[in-house]
T-cell receptor, first 113, second 112 residues
């Protein structure tokens, strides 16, 4: 069974630009969550999508947005990039049934110059 | 507000010995807890979970203990192997959402 696939693996952008990251969940998984990992901060929850609806949102500015398609694939968009947005962005999928573990992709490393 | 805390940033253990990783939480509303292992350049890998109504869960070399009165959980790895060297994250979750609250991680090094 294929795991969670994130593209691209690495991305370099400059301040002010925007970026779109993609996530393909495990087949049959309907829930996709996004996390930001920065040194010393652990993983910070961005948002969760289930059946194309945002089910939960973390404490990030409106520049961070996402969506989920009918095939459960998800995209995350960050507009007006800032230096502090440099991080590893991780996507995780699950069945969406409470208590089931989330399975993570290998992430997209975003660097802002 | 850091709802899940891992106060030890690193731990070094000899191969064959027990590794004990600790985690404290402040949110009594968590329904379950999970432990993940992360290697460099890879995403976190799920290890083991425990429901908040249990006090112990075991899977092979991995055992998680939950002390609700102390709001503390620990992961025991016995025996420790060099391949266990990684960063370990604990996380708390609720049944009505997939939102997980993670600790900042503990780097485990298992040496020969």
């Amino acid at each position: 069974k294929a795991g969670v696939t994130q593209t691209p693996r690495y991305l370099i952008k400059t301040r002010g630009q925007q970026v779109t990251l993609s996530c393909s969940p495990i087949s049959g998984h309907r829930s996709v969550s996004w996390y930001q990992q920065t040194p010393g901060q652990g993983l910070q929850f961005l948002f969760e999508y289930f059946s194309e609806t945002q089910r939960n949102k973390g404490n990030f500015p409106g520049r961070f947005s996402g969506r989920q398609f009918s095939n459960s694939r998800s995209e995350m968009n960050v507009s007006t990039l800032e230096l502090g947005d440099s991080a590893l962005y991780l996507c995780a999928s699950s069945t969406g049934q409470g208590g089931q573990p989330q399975h993570f992709g290998d992430g997209t490393r975003l660097s802002i110059l | 507000d850091q709802q899940v805390k891992q106060n030890s940033p690193s731990l070094s253990v000899q191969e064959g010995r027990i590794s004990i990783l600790n985690c404290d939480y402040t949110n009594s509303m968590f329904d379950y807890f999970l432990w993940y292992k992360k290697y460099p350049a890879e995403g976190p890998t799920f290890l083991i979970s425990i429901s908040s109504i249990k006090d112990k869960n075991e899977d092979g070399r991995f055992t998680v203990f939950l002390n609700k009165s102390a709001k503390h959980l620990s992961l025991h790895i016995v025996p420790s192997q060099p391949g266990d060297s990684a960063v370990y994250f604990c996380a708390g979750g609720s049944y009505n959402t997939d939102k997980l609250i993670f600790g900042t991680g503990t780097r485990l090094q298992v040496f020969p």
